[in-house]
C-alpha cells in the first residue's frame, strides 16, 4: 500500500520534471519570436539579439534551467513582459477565481449528477433512464462555448436576467458566477450522469446483485447495501478526472464571460507569446492534473477492497 | 394425501422476450417435489434447464416471462403471490446455489455481512444470534478457520472456498426446498466430490428438498432419486435413477449414453457412438419432436406432426417419455454392435522428456520480502517431468487445475522455454528454443488443438484462408487454387461442408469450430499433435463426435497424440498410456491399464474415486480428499500431495520429496510408500455384469 | 455434425460491403440512427456547399441583417448577416466543410500514430510498453485544452499545426484504448495458434489482433471526431485556430460574442449548427456500442 503510493509519487514527480524540460526546451527554440513580441513588429534582429542578452536569455541553457526551476520551487515564477510585473502578482489571484468557480460546479455537480445517474440505472431500458439518458447526452454534446452562446441568448438577451459579462471589475458579484458555472456544470455534469449510470446499471445486472434479490432482502436494501457500494467506485474516479477536465472548460468559459480566472490568464499569455506565464499556468495545470489522476488511485484503492486488501 | 409437495410445476411454459420475437424456452414442464426428495434436471447447454430454476425462483430477468402454467409453493400459486410474500419466500423457504460462486457474492461485502443478513431479515434474529448461526454453518461446511473466513472479502478465498461459501449462504436458511444450479461446476473433481457429498449430508439432516440442474449425467446418478432430462425446451423423458439409466428408452437419453465415455470402455472395442447433428436453435426448432431431425428412428410422417406428447412408459410408474414410438423403438435389437476398430502399432520414440523442468520467477516488490531477500521467488511449474510418446501412441496428461499440464504444453510447443531438462522431438532438442528459433520443419511437426472453440479461430478472418494459412506455411502448395483445393479436402476430413471455405466463424457452433481447428492442425501433417483439453467445453453430444474425428484423423496420419485433459472417463476411453500430475509433479505414469488398475498412487486413486460414473453397472470405490488444492505458490515442502493424503505414513511425507518407483518397466509411481503396500489396495472401480438385459 | 441451417453458403463478399453491413445495423437502434442521419446531412452539406444557391460567404453586403431580411440584390438573408455584411447561412454551411475536412485529416493522422503505437505496446510489452506509455502518459498530464494552447502558441495557427496538435493530444489516448484491446486479445488461442506456427510478430500484430480490435475503435473514432470537431471550433474561438476569413464556427461565435445583443444570431446559428453534429456523433456512437453490446 505505502509502496504503491510511494511509486505513484515518484511517477508524479518523474512526470512534472520531463513537463518542466518539455517547457523550457520550447521557450529556447522560440526565443527570437518572444523577443519580437515584447519589442513590437517593427524590431530589427539586432535589436531584439540585444534584448535577449540583457535579459539574461543568451547564457548557457542548463544554467538557465536550473535557476528557473528553482525560482518555480520557491514560488517565484518569473516576470511578465506582457503585464509588466512578477507572475506570482496575478497568478494566485486568477488561480483563487478560478478555485471559486471549481468549487461551486463540484458542489453542485457531485449530488446532481450522482443521483440522476444512480436513478437512472437501477432500471435499465425505464421511461426514467431513458429521459435521464438522452438528457445527458444531450448536454455532453453541446460544447461549451456552444452552451454558453445559448444560455447568454436566453438568460441575458431574452429575459434579462443575469449580466452577459463575468468580469467582476467592482468587486464579487454572485449574479457573475452563475452562468459560467451552469455551462460547466451542463457538460460536466452529463459526463458524469453517463458514468453513473453505466456503472450501476452493469452492478444491477450481476449476479451478485441478483443473489441479493435471491435472498429475500428488501429492494431497498438491495439497492442501498449492495448496489450502490459497487455502482459509485467508478464515477468516484471519474469526477477526480474531472478536474482536468475543469482546466480544459474553463478556459473557454472564462474568456467567453470575461471571467478573469486563470484560463484567461493563460490564453492572453498565449495569444502575446508572455513566455513566463505560459509556463507557470501550464506547471500548474499540469500539476494539478496529475495530483488528481494521483488522488483519484488512491480513492480508487480505498473503495475497492478487490485492490486494498491483498 | 394431507401434505402437498413442496414444490409443484404444472404445464410451465416460459419464453423469452428478443428482438427476433418470443422465443420459447421451456415448454410443457411438469414436476413435483417432495419433502425429503432430490430431483434431477440434466441436459446439454441451452435446454432450458437454468430456466426453470429461474422460473421457480420467480425471477426471469426484464425480457423472460411465464407464458403458461403454474409453479405452486406449497399448495400456493407463486404467481399470485403480492411482491411481499414472493420476498418473505426467497431466502428463507426456497434457497438457491449457484455455479458461478465468485460473480454470485458482493465483491465488496465481507462474508460476515453477507452470510449474517439472511438471518436478519427473515427471522428477525439479533446480531449475535446471525452471527453465531454464520459461524456454525461455516464450520458445517467444512471451511477451515470459520472465524477468518466471515472477515474476509470474496476474493480472498479460493474458487474452493467461495463455493462452500455459496452453498453455506444457500443452506443458512434452513429452506426447504434448495435450487442448485450446476454447484460444482467451475470446480477440480477432487474437490466437487468433496461439496456432492456434503450437500448430500446437510440436506438429508434437514430433510429440504433439492431440485439439483447438472449436465453431467454420472453427478446426477450419484445425487439425485428421479430425474428429468430436457432436451431443447421440453422434458424428454424421466424416471428414477433406476429406471432412467439402466433402461433409458427415448432415443435422446438413449443417445446420450452412447456418447459418454464409461471406464469400463475402449476406443477400439467400443467405440463413442456419437448423435449427429447439433441441437436447433430455439426459434428453428422443427415441427413436431425436437429430436426428430437427430434421431435414427423418425419417421416421417408420425414425428413431425402436431405436438409429442409426454407418455407413461411400459407401464411403469413414474417413467415417461416425451417419443410417439416408444413401444416400436427396441434399442437393444435395434442397435448394430458397433463396427470394432484395429488398435494401432505403436512404432519408434517421437517426443522424448527427460528430467524437464520449468520455474517461472515470480517478483514481490514488498518492502519484507525485499528485505528478506524474498524478492524474487520461483513457481514450481514443471518439477523433473520424464516420459516418452511413440509414433501413433496416445499420451494422456491427467491432472487438476495448477498440476502444470497447460504449462507444460506451452514449453513443448515453443510459447515457453524450459528451464532444465530435456525435450527431443524426433531426436531434435527442442526445451531451450522459442518457437520463432526453431527451424520450420520442427515447428510443422508439432502443433496444436486448442481448448476453448470460441478462441481458437480467428473472428475477423474467414474459415478457409485460416486453414489455407498453415498450408501456406507448412507445404510446397504455392498457388492460390492449390491451396483452396487442399483446404477443401481437409474440410472433406473434418466432415464439415466445403462452403464452410466462406464461413466466418461466428457462423458456426462450437463443435463445428473445434473440427477447423483439427483440420488447422492437421493441415501441416504434423507427426505430433497436443490437444488441450479439445472437447471440454463441449456438449457430450457433440464431443463424442469431436473425440472421435480426432481418433480417426489420428489413426490414418499415424500421428501420435498428447491428450491433455482432466476428465479420467474419456482418458481412459482413448489413450493409450496416461501421466498424473499434481502441482508440477509426475505422481504416477505407465499404461493405461496400469494407471487404472492397483498398485495406485495414492492421488491417483483418489482422482479415480472422484468421478462421477453414469454407467450403472460400475461399483466405485469412494475415497474422500479433505480440504483444496494447495497453491502453486505456495506447494508443500515434501510430496506435493502430503497435505491431503489419505495414507500419509508421516513425517517423512512433509519434509522429503518423494522417490520415482518403477512398479514394472514404464510404470512408475512417485510415493514414499513401498510399491509392495500400495499393491494391496483394491481396485477403485468394480464392473457388475447386469443382471438381465444388456444396456449400453 | 451437420450443416447449420441458418448460415448459407453465400459467395466471397468484399470487405467494403462488411463494412457497409455493420454500418447498416445501425437500424436497430433508433437512437443511432438519428445521429447517423444528423451526421449524414452536415457531410452532405459539406459537400454540396459549392452547388448549394448560397451567397458567397466572404461577399460583404448590408451588416447585420435580422434573419429573413432582404439582400440587397433582392433575396433572403435566412439567417441574416454578420457585422461584416456576410451572410450567416452560407457561412454556416461552408464553415461545415472547413471543420470536416481539417478534423478527418486530424483524426486520420491521430488514428494512424496511435493504432500503430498502441498495437506495438500491447503485443510487445516490456521495454516498448514501458517508453510508449511513459510519453502517453506525460502527454495525457496536460489538461487538453492546455496542450492544444501550448503547441499552437508556439507553432503558430494553421490547418497543419491543427493536425499536428490533435495527433498529440488524440493519439495518446487512442493507443491507451488499442494497447488495452490488444493486451485482452493477445492471450486469445487463435493468437497462440498463430505463433505456433511461427509467424513473425508484425503479422500477428496487424493480420491476427488489429482486425479484431476494430468492433470497439469504431465507436470510438466516432465519439473522437466530434470531440476533434469540437477542439477545432474551441480553437477559433479562443483565436488560435484556422486564419480567417474563411468561415469558421468558432470564430463566427468569437466575432459575435464581442458584439453582445445585436449579434445574436449570428452567435446562436453556429453554435446550434456545432452542437447538432456533436449530437449526432454522440448518438451515432451510442448506438453503435450499444448494437455491439448486444451480439
Not at chain 3, 452532405?44 to 448590408?62: E, F, G, K, R, T
Amino acid at each position: 500500500m505505502l509502496i504503491f503510493i510511494a511509486r505513484r509519487l515518484g511517477q508524479m514527480l518523474l512526470i512534472m520534471i520531463v513537463v518542466t524540460i518539455i517547457l523550457f526546451t520550447i521557450f529556447e527554440f522560440n526565443k527570437m519570436n518572444v523577443a519580437g513580441q515584447v519589442l513590437g513588429p517593427y524590431t530589427t534582429e539586432e535589436q531584439r539579439q540585444l534584448w535577449l542578452e540583457q535579459q539574461g536569455y543568451m547564457e548557457p541553457a542548463v544554467g538557465r534551467y536550473f535557476e528557473w526551476v528553482w525560482g518555480v520551487l520557491q514560488g517565484d515564477f518569473g516576470y511578465s513582459h506582457q503585464l509588466r510585473v512578477p507572475v506570482n502578482e496575478v497568478l494566485w489571484d486568477r488561480l483563487r477565481m478560478t478555485a471559486i468557480l471549481g468549487f461551486w460546479l463540484f458542489a453542485l455537480m457531485i449530488p446532481l449528477a450522482l443521483l440522476f445517474g444512480v436513478l437512472s440505472g437501477i432500471k435499465e431500458g425505464s421511461l426514467r433512464d431513458r429521459v435521464i439518458s438522452i438528457g445527458a447526452v444531450g448536454t455532453t454534446s453541446v460544447p461549451e462555448f456552444a452552451s454558453a452562446t445559448f444560455l447568454t441568448a436566453i438568460f441575458v438577451f431574452w429575459l434579462g436576467w443575469l449580466p452577459g459579462t463575468s468580469g467582476m471589475y467592482d468587486g464579487w458579484d454572485t449574479r457573475q458566477i452563475i452562468l459560467p458555472v451552469l455551462v460547466l456544470l451542463l457538460y460536466g455534469g452529463g459526463y458524469v450522469v453517463r458514468m453513473t449510470r453505466a456503472s450501476m446499471a452493469e452492478v444491477m445486472n450481476s449476479q451478485y446483485i441478483r443473489t441479493a434479490i435471491l435472498k429475500g432482502l428488501p429492494y431497498r436494501k438491495v439497492i442501498l447495501k449492495h448496489a450502490l457500494r459497487n455502482a459509485l467506485i467508478a464515477p468516484f474516479t471519474v469526477i477526480m478526472l474531472q478536474l482536468n477536465y475543469l482546466l480544459s472548460g474553463v478556459i473557454v468559459v472564462e474568456v467567453f464571460f470575461a471571467y478573469r480566472g486563470f484560463g484567461t490568464l493563460l490564453l492572453d499569455a498565449a495569444l502575446f507569446g508572455d513566455i513566463f506565464v505560459i509556463q507557470a499556468c501550464t506547471l500548474v495545470a499540469v500539476f494539478v492534473a496529475v495530483l488528481s489522476y494521483f488522488l483519484s488511485d488512491i480513492g480508487y484503492m480505498f473503495l475497492n477492497p478487490r485492490i486494498r486488501v491483498s | 394425501m394431507a401434505e402437498p409437495p413442496v414444490l409443484e410445476a404444472r404445464n410451465l411454459s416460459i419464453s423469452y422476450y428478443t428482438r427476433a420475437g418470443e422465443i420459447p424456452a421451456v415448454i410443457d414442464f411438469s414436476v413435483e417435489v417432495h419433502a425429503g426428495e432430490t430431483i434431477g434436471i440434466v441436459g446439454e447447454s441451452g435446454c432450458g434447464k437454468s430456466t426453470v430454476a429461474m422460473a421457480i425462483m420467480q425471477h426471469m430477468g426484464t425480457n423472460g416471462a411465464i407464458v403458461g402454467g403454474q409453479v405452486l409453493y406449497k399448495g400456493r400459486d407463486m404467481a399470485e403471490m403480492s411482491q411481499e410474500e414472493l420476498r418473505k419466500t426467497r431466502g428463507s423457504e426456497i434457497a438457491m446455489i449457484y455455479q458461478e460462486p465468485f460473480a454470485s457474492l458482493n465483491p465488496s461485502l465481507k462474508i460476515r455481512q453477507q452470510l449474517m443478513e439472511i438471518p436478519l431479515t427473515h427471522e428477525g434474529a439479533s446480531e449475535s444470534e446471525a452471527r453465531d448461526r454464520a459461524l456454525q454453518i461455516l464450520r458445517d461446511v467444512q471451511l477451515p478457520d470459520p472465524e477468518r473466513v466471515m472477515e474476509a472479502f470474496p476474493h480472498q478465498l479460493s474458487g474452493g472456498q467461495q463455493q462452500r461459501v455459496v452453498i453455506a449462504m444457500g443452506l443458512l436458511a434452513n429452506a426447504s426446498l434448495l435450487v442448485l444450479d450446476e454447484p460444482t461446476t467451475a470446480l477440480d473433481v477432487t474437490v466437487e466430490a468433496g461439496i456432492i457429498k456434503l450437500i448430500g449430508d446437510i440436506s438429508r439432516r434437514f430433510g429440504t428438498a433439492q431440485i439439483y440442474i447438472s449436465h453431467n449425467l454420472g453427478l446426477i446418478r450419484e445425487t439425485c432419486d428421479r430425474v428429468f432430462v430436457m432436451y431443447s425446451g421440453e422434458v424428454v423423458e424421466e424416471g428414477s435413477i433406476d429406471q432412467l439409466f439402466r433402461n433409458p428408452r427415448h432415443p435422446y437419453t438413449h443417445g446420450l449414453f452412447g456418447c459418454i465415455a464409461s471406464p469400463s470402455m475402449d476406443k477400439n472395442a467400443t467405440p463413442l457412438k456419437p448423435i449427429r447433428g447439433q441441437l436447433p436453435l430455439p426459434h428453428e426448432r422443427p415441427p413436431g419432436c425436437n429430436f426428430g431431425p437427430r434421431c435414427d428412428f423418425f419417421k416421417a410422417g408420425r414425428c413431425d406432426q402436431d405436438t409429442i406428447p409426454h407418455r407413461r412408459v411400459d407401464e411403469q410408474r413414474g417413467h415417461y417419455a416425451r417419443c410417439v414410438r416408444i413401444e416400436e423403438i427396441k434399442h437393444d435389437q435395434a442397435e448394430s454392435k458397433p463396427e470394432q476398430k484395429d488398435p494401432l502399432t505403436l512404432g519408434e520414440v517421437v517426443l522424448k522428456i527427460d528430467r524437464m523442468q520449468k520455474y517461472y520467477p515470480v517478483y514481490n516488490n514488498s518492502i519484507p520480502a525485499i528485505l528478506r531477500g524474498e524478492r524474487v521467488r520461483h513457481v514450481k511449474a514443471n518439477e523433473s517431468l520424464t516420459f516418452n510418446a511413440r509414433r501413433a501412441e496416445t499420451v494422456a496428461i491427467v491432472g487438476e487445475s495448477g498440476c502444470g499440464k497447460s504449462t507444460f504444453a506451452k514449453v513443448l510447443m515453443g510459447l515457453e522455454t524450459a528451464t532444465g531438462g530435456s525435450i527431443k522431438l524426433e531426436d531434435t532438442e527442442i526445451a531451450y528454443q522459442p518457437v520463432r528459433k526453431r527451424p520450420p520443419d520442427r515447428i510443422s511437426a508439432l502443433q496444436m488443438v486448442f481448448q476453448n472453440p470460441f478462441d481458437t479461430l480467428n473472428p475477423s478472418h474467414r474459415v478457409g484462408p485460416q486453414i489455407g494459412r498453415v498450408i501456406q506455411r507448412f507445404t510446397n502448395a504455392r498457388s492460390q487454387d492449390r491451396i483452396r483445393d487442399k483446404v477443401f479436402e481437409l474440410l472433406d476430413i473434418v466432415k464439415l461442408p466445403r462452403d464452410f471455405y466462406y464461413r466466418r466463424p461466428r457462423q458456426l457452433s462450437g463443435g463445428q469450430k473445434q473440427r477447423v481447428g483439427i483440420a488447422r492442425a492437421f493441415a501441416g501433417n504434423p507427426a505430433m499433435v497436443v490437444a488441450d483439453e479439445p472437447v471440454s467445453a463441449l456438449d457430450v453430444s457433440v464431443a463424442a463426435a469431436v473425440t472421435e474425428l480426432l481418433m480417426d484423423i489420428q489413426r490414418e496420419h499415424h500421428t501420435t497424440l498428447l491428450f491433455i485433459s482432466h476428465d479420467l472417463s474419456t482418458v481412459r476411453y482413448l489413450s493409450d498410456s496416461v501421466v498424473v500430475m499434481y502441482l508440477g509433479w509426475i505422481m504416477e505414469r505407465g499404461t493405461t491399464d496400469e494407471v487404472f488398475s492397483p498398485p495406485y498412487n495414492p492421488y491417483t486413486e483418489a482422482l479415480l474415486s472422484a468421478v462421477p460414473i453414469a454407467d450403472p453397472n460400475i461399483q466405485k470405490r469412494e475415497i474422500l480428499l479433505e480440504g483444496n488444492l494447495p497453491s502453486v505458490m505456495a506447494p508443500p515442502k515434501g510430496c506435493p500431495f502430503s497435505t491431503r493424503c489419505p495414507h500419509r505414513i508421516g513425517e517423512i511425507c512433509d519434509n522429503e520429496p518423494p522417490p520415482e518407483r518403477e512398479v514394472s518397466p514404464g510404470h512408475t509411481i512417485t510415493c514414499h510408500i513401498p510399491i509392495e503396500e500400495l499393491k494391496r489396495a483394491k481396485p477403485v472401480f468394480e464392473y457388475h455384469e447386469p443382471a438381465s438385459e444388456s444396456v449400453g | 455434425m451437420s450443416d447449420n441451417p441458418t448460415a448459407t453458403a453465400s459467395a466471397r463478399p468484399s470487405r467494403i460491403m462488411g463494412f457497409l453491413r455493420s454500418i447498416a445495423l445501425l437500424r436497430e437502434s433508433w437512437f443511432g440512427m438519428i445521429g447517423a442521419a444528423i451526421v449524414l446531412f452536415w457531410v452532405l452539406m459539406a459537400i454540396l456547399a459549392p452547388l448549394l444557391p448560397l451567397y458567397d460567404p466572404l461577399d460583404a453586403s448590408v451588416r447585420l441583417v435580422p434573419p429573413g431580411g432582404e439582400a440587397f440584390d433582392g433575396g433572403t438573408h435566412w439567417l441574416g448577416t454578420d457585422n461584416r455584411g456576410r451572410d450567416v447561412l452560407s457561412r454556416v454551411i461552408w464553415g461545415s466543410q472547413r471543420v470536416m475536412v481539417w478534423a478527418m485529416l486530424a483524426i486520420l493522422c491521430a488514428y494512424a500514430v496511435g493504432i500503430t503505437m498502441g498495437v506495438l505496446a500491447g503485443y510487445l510489452g516490456g521495454l516498448v510498453d514501458d517508453v510508449v506509455s511513459f510519453f502517453a502518459n506525460i502527454l495525457l498530464s496536460f489538461p487538453v485544452l492546455v496542450l492544444y494552447v501550448l503547441i499552437i502558441a508556439f507553432l503558430g495557427a494553421s490547418g497543419v499545426n491543427i493536425v499536428i496538435a490533435v495527433t498529440f493530444t488524440t493519439a495518446p489516448i487512442v493507443m491507451r484504448i488499442v494497447r488495452g484491446l490488444i493486451m485482452d486479445l493477445r492471450t486469445r488461442d487463435y493468437v497462440a495458434a498463430a505463433q505456433t506456427r511461427g509467424e513473425s510478430s508484425l503479422y500477428i500484430m496487424f493480420v491476427e489482433l488489429l482486425p479484431n480490435a476494430r468492433g470497439p475503435l469504431i465507436v470510438d473514432v466516432c465519439l473522437r471526431f466530434g470531440y476533434t470537431v469540437v477542439a477545432i471550433a474551441t480553437l477559433s474561438f479562443l483565436g488560435l485556430g484556422l486564419p480567417p476569413p474563411e468561415p469558421d464556427w468558432g470564430m463566427m461565435i468569437n466575432e459575435a460574442v464581442e458584439l453582445g445583443a445585436h449579434a445574436g444570431h449570428v452567435m446562436l446559428a453556429p453554435a446550434a449548427a456545432l452542437s447538432s453534429l456533436i449530437l449526432g456523433f454522440n448518438m451515432m456512437a451510442d448506438g453503435l456500442r450499444e448494437i455491439s453490446l448486444r451480439d
